[in-house]
């Protein structure tokens, strides 16, 4: 079973650096918590914030259920 770690702030720079520590942990699905008004709002704030972060690793991410937005 995997081991889930919610970070709330995930668009912040410490909930960014926290993401990208354990993005290479296996077993690890991240809950990424972002204040937003809705679910395209919430996409765009995260990919700001991971702006150098290689897109499609995220987005395979996210289709294999290790990350999850709320």
Do not use: C
């Not at 809950?31 to 702006?51: D, E, F, G, H, P």
């Amino acid at each position: 079973m995997a081991n889930r770690v919610l970070i709330t702030g995930a668009n912040g720079f410490l909930g960014t650096q926290i993401a990208r520590q354990l993005i290479h942990q296996p077993g690890i699905k991240i809950i990424a918590m972002v204040r937003a008004q809705n679910q395209i709002s919430t996409v765009r704030r995260l990919k700001r914030a991971w702006y150098d972060w290689d897109e499609l690793s995220i987005l395979k991410r996210f289709k294999n259920g290790e990350f999850k937005l709320i």
